[in-house]
């Protein structure tokens, strides 16, 4: 009762307080009797509750061992409901606190047992009331979190079971600084695969009396029998932890990566051969590795009952250095129960032991991390039984037998469900569209859409739009994508600073490429070196996974590695960058001089002064590839003269931005051509050479023309015939007179367009035939327009066969089948329509191989000329295929003049609803660029089809139209007919 020295009237006040109880208690002077110098109670078994209560954990001990869990359950009941508080509880010393204390533990023992019995019995949801109460008088006992997170699992409600397990394990490190017990571990481990072991059995039937049944010979040896407590039907934190198991828990949200999960599965369940199975994943940082790593491990984990065991190599760990096999060796092998005496100190007699203590064995090893394969190989067991895990950063090449799977960045429905996973079903439904550019623009890195859902989660009142608009600055994302000690850049910077001195500068220079893609030429002249020891670098960043590789020879940067390649050094505003665009130029420029010479043999040639390049250049043999390769950089050589910053270079701009403007015109993307013009013209004009001046200009002029807008094509061509005119330059001034002889026609200035593409015409007829030729077949096919429009049919002929006969000579092929259509469209005119099917027959042959915009035109035609002549079949196929034809790349002039063509048809055969459609189509595409001619032969048609339609616009159509004509000049055997 005294801690220290009892008082002098300590026997005085034992005998006082005896005394009272004896008072107190009935008949306690008989309970109580004096024996010798002291007391001693006096009862029977049935008069002592602490006597009871063991005989009932008796009883309950015997009934569980006997296979009778229903009847020890009943007896731990009646245990505990003798207890009505704390035991000794209010004033006394240390001896009377450690008996009550001695007295807890065994009430609370009966107690784990009694819901360790309930559960075995199939109870769960009513547990967990009584064990949340019990837990909080006793937090940090964890058998009673355990069965408090195994009812919760197995009441369907895993999501608390695995918040229970993260609130005990915050809970011992906070308090004893230690982590959870392994069982309690394990099975946090076997919720989150979802493991059998866990399922709890159903609850067992009221028995009904009935006559015995005979036991089988299975139930005589226990083969048939309910399993008792502690069986693998009703596991025990004690049952559940077997082998060691050292595994890192598994992401609880973790989603998406079913298809590459699988493909790990199944390398893993593959014959091993001779030695054990490796299977390596490898990535860029962020990715996922270690998670999917993990979440193997655990999905195999039953297959290797021997045990699961993870090691981080520290291949890329921050402040530490990579992990000796030797020291990773010895852990593992303390992990396995070998003392440390027995532990040789050098790494050959390790390996030996470590290999001999594996032998019969099946374990599962995870070795994450890794830096090369020096680092796995020591580790390797001989075993065959054995699975090995790596992840790495790098391909470790030389980890010979191993099954290398390469993990990306995740699909794009996987990141919108990661993203609704972490941010909840009602954010992302708020703000699909912003979830779905949040996710480009961390691109689909699962590190990146982490950092940023734990960006808005520490910003409750950030909208997913703010986020996404913040990231949209590439300058800051990097910083924004980041949360305490976890950013991209971060993981990014390990594998950069991994890379020797030489690889770590190409990485930065590669990140100022202006394509989406680095083929090895290119990076050659970026880098200043060899063609071969461009791609040795380029490879050793693929092996780090600091680059892409989407199609053999072609090597990418995910983009937030770019963006921090270019945080590394001063930017894309840099003396190095500048240096950097101006190899890139220098390269661009003499790779496609090669292009264009091998796909445009006939363009006018160049005199300009123009270094040469000391780069390597691709093969530029056939047309295919010359062009596949000329598609593939095109995007990066107008992001490269987008720049600006070539003041030093006017000359390379130039002469790049002219090779680029014939690619970009040949493919249709007349946008991409005006700017590439434009950025052409700004290199001109600081060179003040007037011919170049012009040249620029009159390719400004056919962009904007084929863009429809015809006024600034106008405006640049006659700026470009005032610099030939001052510059003396005749066979400018005859481009820039037919440029503008077309752009007045489609403007409906017909006279004006007569005179100029004459004046073209005789300027080049006065000279050598062979002056221009291409030239001279353009300028006659469009006097040849003209006179259509005009109606004037002998003209158009004459204009027509001139045409022909140049480009048979100097094989022309797209001009010949303009040239062949205008001759029919001229023969039908004079209602000659048998020659006119036989020269669109051979338009139809000269121009089946060619571009799309002069293909369609020709279609069009041949449909409204096959149905003059009765062929309807033929004249349905042909529509069919002009409309086919009829994509984004044909010019708006082209779209509108087949329409109307296409519609007249329709008008002829009483289809008015289609004639309207198809001409209001032309007319709305006409109006939008001033196209007065097509304007008017929709307005034209449109009033054929309204009338007989009974449409009350009909007569405002045909007003309309009458008014464009006349003021155009058109006659009526000018207009089209019906």
Known sequence: MWDEEPPVTASHQVRKAVADLRRRIPGGGKLIVTDGPGYRVQVARDQLDLLVFNGHIREARHAASGDRPEAAADELRAALALWRGPVMSGAGGSVVEAAGAVLEERRLGAAEQLFELRLSLGESGELIGDLRTLIAQHPLRESLRGHLILALYRSGRQAEALAEYAKVRELLVEELGIDPSAQLTKMYEDILRASPDLAGPAPRPVPVAGPPASRSPAAEDGAGAPSGLGSSRFPTLASLHGAPCTLPPGIPDFTGRERELAEVLDACRQDAGEGPRVVAIDGMGGCGKTSLA???????????????????????????????????????????????????????????LWRATLAGRRLLFLFDNALDAGQVLPLLPSSTECLVLVTSRARLVDLDGADWISLGVMEREESRVMLTELLGDDRVAREPEAAAELADLCGHLPLALRLAVARLRNRPRWTVRYLVERLEDETRRLDELSAGERSVAATLSLSYKALEEELQAAFCLLGLHPGAEVDVYSAAALLETGVRDAEDMLEDLLDMHLLVQNDPGMYAFHDLVRTYALSLGQGRSGREAREADGRLLGYYTAATEAACTLLFPSRRSMHVDVPDTAYALPPMRREDRTLEWFDRESAGIQTLLARGGHEDSPQLVFALARNASFHLNLRGRFAEFEAVCRAGLVATRSMADPLLICQTLNNLGVACWKLGRLNEAVEAAEEALDWARKAGGPDDETVALGLLGIAHYALGNLASSYDYTTQAVGELKGGDRTKLPQQQAEDLNNVGTV????????????????????CRAFRFPEQEALAWTTLALAYCGNGAFGEAESSLSRALNTGSSCPDEVLVLICAVSSDLCDRRGDTRRSQEQEATALELLNSTISPQRRSRVDNVLALKHNRNGRYEEALRLHERAFTCAEGMGYRVEMAHALDGMAAAAGPLGLPDAAQYRERADMLFEAMGVPPEGRRTL
Not at 787 to 806: P, S, T
Request: aromatic share 6%.
């Open 787 to 806: 006179c259509l429009a005009l109606g004037q049919y002998e003209q158009a002929l004459d204009a027509a066969r001139q045409a022909i006969e140049l």
């Open 294 to 352: 993990v979440r193997t491990a655990y999905q195999l984990a039953e297959e290797y009952p021997d045990g699961q065991l993870y090691a981080d190599l520290r291949g890329f760990t921050p402040g530490e250095k990579p992990q000796r096999p030797a020291a990773t060796l010895s852990g593992l092998l303390r992990t396995l129960g070998v003392a440390a005496d027995s532990i040789p100190d050098d790494e050959a007699g390790l390996i030996g």
